[in-house]
């Protein structure tokens, strides 16, 4: 399996950006896939789930109406677009599969204020 994410970067307050993860390794159509974050000093968790077909989806609430999750099956991509971004959403951004695969390195978001 490997997972490369990217789209990361430095953006303002208030800002947006579009974050892309590559997957691969999987039948990537057949899987849940998921955002992640990892603050300094913080445990990984949540940000937003998307369901195999892309029928559902699910937000942690402090991204709710702000970040949209989304993907291109033939593709086998899975993106973030990430808008009112505000200082609390810095993190390290990763993408898994649902059961969690290795981990791919991540993608770097800096809010500044």
């Known amino acids: 399996v490997q997972l490369v994410e990217s789209g990361g970067g430095l953006v303002q307050a208030g800002g947006s950006l579009r974050l892309s993860c590559a997957a691969s390794?999987?039948?990537?159509?057949?899987?849940?896939m998921l955002w992640y974050r990892q603050a300094p000093g913080a445990e990984r968790s949540f940000v937003a789930r998307i369901s195999y077909n892309g029928g559902s989806t699910e937000y942690a609430d402090s991204v709710k109406g702000r970040f949209t999750i989304s993907r291109d099956n033939a593709k086998m991509m899975v993106y973030l677009q990430m808008n009112s971004l505000r200082s609390e959403d810095t993190a390290v951004y990763y993408c898994?599969?649902?059961?969690?695969?290795?981990w791919g390195q991540g993608t770097q978001v800096t809010v500044s204020s």
């Open positions: 390794g999987r039948t990537f159509s057949r899987y849940t």
């Open positions: 898994n599969f649902y059961p969690n695969a290795d």
